[in-house]
């Protein structure tokens, strides 16, 4: 069975257009989180929410919208897409454990390419 | 403000070669958190190990050994008779107590050479 899962796994589509990505968990987490990880690999955290509530946002704009619908869901989606939105996108969970940092348990990522 | 180092960008050696990545961390916090992921060329992210600031062993798990140090703020990370399935990219990343963010660092690639 798949911890975390992310549909699609690739995401090809025109600059201007609106696509979501979505990640379910079955691991039981109360938090969930988006990170982006660029050409040159580098990995950074967009969002993070626990139990349906915003908890991170990290200066992202505003054309990205998470949506959680419950706790073991997190939807990505972006607006208005632009070329400098092509990278791997990968949702994570956690348990939340009361402040501690609880290990992050990544999905396959989602490859998303703008042309 | 926190940050992790992985000043290594790539890693070349032949199997069954020992090898060891180097983070070197910042945090101004006592409580923090540090992980090792490895992300193989299929893309994924898996979870190799965690570690709080309170516990400073060093621990081993088959070829693999993680050495923390907080007198250096340096989380490294051995690998022991290193296999072509070790080739990946390794991640090296920083937490504190709540706030549940990781940061990562720049990754070393490494390359085992059969």
């Known amino acids: 069975d798949t911890a975390v899962s992310q549909t699609p796994k690739y995401l090809v589509t025109q600059m201007g257009n609106d696509k979501s990505i979505k990640c379910e968990q079955n691991?039981?987490?109360?938090?969930m989180y988006w990170y982006k990880q660029d050409s040159k690999k580098f990995l950074k955290i967009m969002f993070s929410?626990?139990?349906?509530?915003?908890?991170i946002n990290e200066t992202v704009p505003n054309r990205f919208s998470p949506k959680s619908p419950d706790k073991a869901h997190l939807n990505l989606h972006i607006n208005s897409l632009e070329l400098g939105d092509s990278a791997v996108y990968f949702c994570?969970?956690?348990?939340?454990?009361?402040?501690?940092?609880?290990?992050?348990?990544f999905g396959p990522g989602t490859r998303l390419t703008v042309l | 403000a926190q940050k992790v180092t992985q000043a290594q960008t790539e890693i070349s050696v032949v199997e069954k070669e020992d090898v060891t990545l180097d983070c070197v961390y910042e945090t101004r916090d006592t409580t923090y958190y540090l992980f090792w992921y490895k992300q193989p060329p299929s893309g994924e992210l898996v979870f190799l190990i965690r570690?709080?600031?309170?516990?400073?062993q060093n621990e081993i798990s088959g070829r693999y050994s993680w050495n923390f140090q907080k007198s250096t703020s340096s989380f490294n990370f051995t690998i022991t008779a290193s296999q072509v399935v070790d080739s990946a990219v390794y991640f090296c990343a920083l937490s504190y107590f709540g706030n549940e963010k990781l940061t990562f660092g720049t990754g070393t690639r490494l390359t085992i050479i059969p």
């Open positions: 929410y626990n139990n349906k509530e915003l908890i």
């Open positions: 691991l039981g987490h109360d938090t």
């Open positions: 570690r709080n600031s309170f516990d400073e």
């Open positions: 994570a969970s956690s348990q939340d454990d009361g402040g501690v940092t609880d290990t992050q348990y």
